[in-house]
């Protein structure tokens, strides 16, 4: 398993933008996938956006247009460019890795992200 540290939430108005970041504690060169999931106040954690080891992306319909998601494997970290950012993205987003070495996923400890209208 690996360590995530995201980074990069913050305070933002209707429209704006935000780069999140989500560095790894070792190579995640051979990480089968790496994800950003979200959780609003009150309700259940969400994926937004996914990149496997191959780069094939995938993206929760109310983002897709909006957001991307980016792997720099070289740094160890992952992206997730937000952009048109609405109130109902207002969440605590977290990074999540897996492989299938592993016997679990790895989970980081979140960072919120509040857009205000």
């Known amino acids: 398993q690996v360590q995530l540290v995201e980074s990069g939430g913050g305070l933002v108005q209707a429209g704006g933008s935000l780069r999140l970041s989500c560095v790894a504690s070792?190579?995640?060169?051979?990480?089968?996938?790496m994800a950003w999931y979200r959780q609003p106040p009150g309700k259940q954690r969400d994926m937004v956006a996914s990149v496997t080891s191959t780069s094939v992306k995938n993206y929760a319909d109310s983002v897709r247009n909006r957001f991307a998601i980016s792997r720099d494997n070289a740094k160890n970290t992952v992206y997730l460019q937000m952009n048109g950012l609405q109130p109902e993205d207002t969440a605590v987003y977290y990074c999540?890795?897996?492989?299938?070495?592993?016997?679990?996923?790895?989970w980081g400890q979140g960072t919120q992200v509040t857009v205000s209208s």
């Open positions: 999540y890795a897996f492989s299938s070495l592993w016997p679990r996923a790895s």
């Open positions: 070792s190579n995640i060169f051979d990480i089968d996938v």
